[in-house]
């Protein structure tokens, strides 16, 4: 240390002090820290002083150069493929031009709430809000297997929410979605102190941001990418390719419609794609049997459990497929775990698909709908039409007397008028009643289900119910309603 000190001080004319420095063990490493009240302390006069500070500042340059390849301070970026979802609020510079500051500044928060709501709602992570835009990661940092399914119910949901926004006169407001999914570089820090965040590079930020301005107000708009991840599970209108800013050829992009009323969420995923099932002839005869015990008047209950991927729901689509010559009357009900607390969402999906609804379909075709599916399993139409319009969200008009009954009788005979309808339904042919996911069921739900197990025991019904997590919940409620066989 001490020949690089001396080496040093003699590059700037300084040598003849290198025997003070060595007096007070001051060496390379030390020179930027010192000071001119140092150097007046070791006793160097005022030219010197100066020369020294000047060239101990140049030293200091290529020592902090070092220090920033250590490890510690390397990059924490890393690939992923990520669904981004880009919000914008319609219409914004018109209201600007419209309403005081303050009032602009309330209406832009009650949009960003609404939208954040939403994106909390299926654990998206909303990575920067840039004026009366929005952007939302999905698959970031937390990463789901339904990271595109979540996006899109995300960006349906915020526009409903958006839509309900209330502003001064009254009006609406609207949002436009881009959804796009693609392999990134994220995790990369940019800005300063509160500035700072991650950012995300590549094209799929850019995509999201340009489908966004291809939408009529409140919609949404998803790329080719997203498309082929969703499968069937969601209704989609095909926009062509389209020439986008900034793309070379134009991509293809889809307006999303809605939810799919489709009855098999398996068969939306993955049926095109299916190979042979293999190693799985002894559960497939154990279903088998119990239906013809069904069929035989002997009702029969079944827990399916296992895993998340072991293939329950593939076990199910091949028993549909096996019994595809049969008569009976299938009843599938599919849960989901954005729903566990809306009371009978199972069963409201499954009303509205045996009933055949359409999105256009007015009141009064639903309710006569209604009335023609209850009809196959009851002839006491007179309440339970009031009773399962209410659940669906349907007026009776005055076609109808109105239901006077208090809050928890109206739930009782809700259920009660449930399970006498999946009776009278087994009274004219076998019924193959399905629950998917049992481990996402609402409280009522379950309920409902053990009201059918006690009843479903001297009627020709098959009841599989599958569960992927833990099944303890749903095997207390069967062994408490039956005896397991």
């Not at 006793?43 to 020592?63: D, Q, S, V």
């Not at 102190?193 to 107000?217: C, D, K």
């Not at 969402?345 to 209850?374: M, N, Q």
């Not at 399962?388 to 928890?408: Q, R």
Request: charged fraction near 25%; glycine fraction near 10%; proline fraction near 5%.
């Amino acid at each position: 240390m001490a020949n690089e000190i001396e080496q040093w001080l003699g590059e700037i004319d300084l040598a003849k002090y290198a025997d003070i420095f060595k007096e007070h063990e001051v060496g390379l490493r030390d020179l930027p820290h010192l000071t001119d009240d140092d150097l007046k302390t070791l006793g160097l006069p005022l030219g010197p002083r100066r020369r020294l500070l000047a060239a101990a500042a140049a030293l200091a340059k290529p020592i902090a150069a070092a220090a920033s390849d250590e490890p510690a301070t390397r990059s924490q970026a890393e690939r992923r493929q990520l669904t981004i979802l880009f919000s914008d609020l319609v219409g914004s510079t018109e209201l600007s031009a419209r309403f005081d500051p303050e009032e602009m500044s309330t209406i832009i928060h009650g949009y960003q709430n609404a939208v954040a709501r939403e994106i909390g709602r299926f654990e998206g992570h909303i990575a920067d809000y840039r004026g009366d835009g929005v952007l939302a990661y999905f698959g970031y940092p937390k990463a789901h297997e339904d990271d595109a399914e979540r996006a899109v119910r995300a960006g349906l949901g915020l526009v409903d929410a958006v839509s309900k926004v209330t502003i001064p006169g009254g009006e609406t407001l609207f949002a436009r979605v881009g959804i796009a999914t693609g392999a990134v570089v994220v995790g990369e820090l940019i800005g300063e102190g509160a500035a700072q965040q991650n950012e995300v590079v590549g094209e799929t930020p850019n995509l999201a941001a340009r489908l966004q301005i291809l939408p009529s107000p409140g919609t949404v708009v998803i790329g080719a990418n997203t498309q082929r991840l969703l499968g069937g599970l969601f209704e989609l209108v095909d926009l062509a390719p389209q020439r986008l800013k900034g793309f070379a050829e134009p991509l293809g992009a889809y307006r999303v419609e809605g939810k799919s009323r489709g009855e098999d969420r398996f068969e939306a995923l993955r049926g095109h794609r299916l190979t042979p099932l293999v190693g799985r002839d002894h559960e497939l005869g154990l279903l088998l049997d119990r239906f013809e015990r069904a069929q035989e008047g002997e009702g029969q209950v079944v827990l399916l459990g296992g895993e998340p991927g072991i293939g329950k729901s593939r076990i199910v689509h091949t028993l549909r497929g096996r019994l595809a010559h049969q008569v009976y009357t299938p009843l599938s009900s599919y849960c989901s775990p954005y729903h566990t607390n809306s009371a009978l969402y199972p069963v409201i999906g499954l009303l509205e698909r045996a009933a055949g609804f359409e999105r256009a379909d007015p009141p009064a075709v639903a309710l006569t709908k209604i009335e023609a599916s209850l009809a196959l399993g009851t002839r006491e139409l007179q309440e339970a039409v009031p009773l399962i319009a209410e659940l669906l969200g349907i007026s009776i008009g005055e076609k109808y007397l109105p239901i006077n009954l208090t809050p928890e009788r109206r739930k009782q005979r809700t259920l009660e008028v449930l399970v006498e309808q999946v009776a009278g339904l087994a009274g004219n042919q076998p019924v193959l009643a399905i629950c998917e996911d049992a481990h996402w069921l609402d409280p009522t739900t379950l309920e409902l289900y053990g009201l059918l197990i006690e009843r479903v025991q001297k009627l020709p019904v098959l009841f599989l119910i599958t569960t992927g997590r833990s099944s303890i919940r749903i095997g207390r409620a069967i062994r408490t309603s039956c005896s397991c066989r």
